[in-house]
């Protein structure tokens, strides 16, 4: 048996276009941050609503972290981050270039993919 949905169903559902993750590895504001975020959210295919009911937060929330507006606590940002697969890593400013630069090299690498 086939299951077929409803036409007016199907109009009515959102459809996730993913965007394209921060080209460099450095996060250095609140902005490349959020970018960071939306895009591991939309490649996992989840809308916003469904994003913060799974990760247990509210959908504003997770929209102030992702266009970097409002005031969204560090643990709740590190919390999300780490439960939509987006690495954040503290390096000393002495290896900060190195390391930064071996990223790009293995996004290079591997096309962009991880």
């Known amino acids: 048996m086939t299951c077929r949905l409803n036409p007016a169903i199907v109009a009515f559902m959102k459809r996730v276009v993913p965007t394209p993750a921060p080209t460099d590895p450095w996060m250095h504001d ?66 900060r270039e190195a390391v930064r630069q071996t990223l790009m090299d293995l996004g290079a690498d591997d096309g962009g993919q991880e």
């Open 30 to 95: 609140p902005a490349s941050f959020g970018q960071a975020i939306r895009a591991a959210r939309t490649a996992a295919g989840m809308t916003l609503v469904d994003a913060a009911s799974a990760l247990g937060v509210s959908k504003q929330t997770l929209s102030d972290l992702e266009k970097a507006t409002g005031s969204v606590g560090l643990a709740i940002a590190l919390r999300i981050a780490r439960e939509l697969g987006v690495g954040v890593f503290a390096v000393q400013p002495a290896q």
